[in-house]
T-cell receptor
């Protein structure tokens, strides 16, 4: 079972920041938070991941609370092409093993 | 383009048949993962290979098997197919198995009739 809870859907106006929340209250100390997205029926696309510090890359920012029980993915300037299902995943990255358990995700709709 | 190539893109076959799905990982990636996505189950992890060896197993049926060859490409074999096996099958690859991102192919859509 997925270890995360996400809202099933969200809307965001084009050009505004999209803030996608995720609860992972049972996360353990060596588990990372990963975010992927899936546009229509394409293959999932990696966005960002983090352990405890906030992270930023060219696609998004990841804010992890100090107790690590929740996080927020921020798309700073959402475009129509960001309409997708966003998956928040908690995973242990042991040597040689990388098992991602996808939940139902959040369907983000970017509105013109 | 993720660099992961899956063939074929579409496959239609009859119940009871056997099919092979093929995956070429990104250049240099040692790990290959297989996922199944059906309408009612979402994305399910099936199996992982790392440099030719099975590394992790998920919800893979006994009728399904996989292998990774010396050139690191992988094949997923599905036999005694049932209607419920109709799904999108994704392959992903990563450099190792640690905290690196996985790159997914565009999937093979299998329809069992």
């Amino acid at each position: 079972d997925a270890k995360t809870t996400q809202p099933p859907s969200m809307d965001c106006a084009e050009g505004r920041a999209a803030n996608l929340p995720c609860n992972h209250s049972t996360i353990s100390g060596n588990e990372y938070v990963y975010w992927y997205r899936q546009i229509h029926s394409q293959g999932p696309q990696y966005i960002i991941h983090g352990l405890k510090n906030n992270e930023t890359n060219e696609m998004a920012s990841l804010i992890i609370t100090e107790d690590r029980k929740s996080s927020t993915l921020i798309l700073p300037h959402a475009t129509l092409r960001d309409t997708a299902v966003y998956y928040c995943i908690v995973a242990y990255s042991g040597a040689g093993s990388y098992q991602l358990t996808f939940g139902k995700g959040t369907k983000l709709s970017v509105i013109p | 383009d993720s660099g992961v190539t899956q063939t074929p893109k579409h496959l239609i076959t009859a119940t009871g048949q056997r099919v092979t799905l093929r995956c070429s990982p990104r250049s240099g990636d040692l790990s290959v993962y297989w996922y199944q996505q059906s309408l009612d189950q979402g994305l399910q992890f099936l199996i992982q290979y790392y440099n030719g060896e099975e590394r992790a197993k998920g919800n893979i049926l006994e009728r399904f098997s996989a292998q990774q060859f010396p050139d690191l490409h992988s094949e997923l074999n599905l036999s005694s197919l049932e209607l419920g096996d109709s799904a999108l099958y994704f392959c992903a690859s990563s450099e190792e198995g640690g905290s690196t991102e996985a790159f997914f192919g565009q999937g093979t859509r299998l329809t069992v009739v």
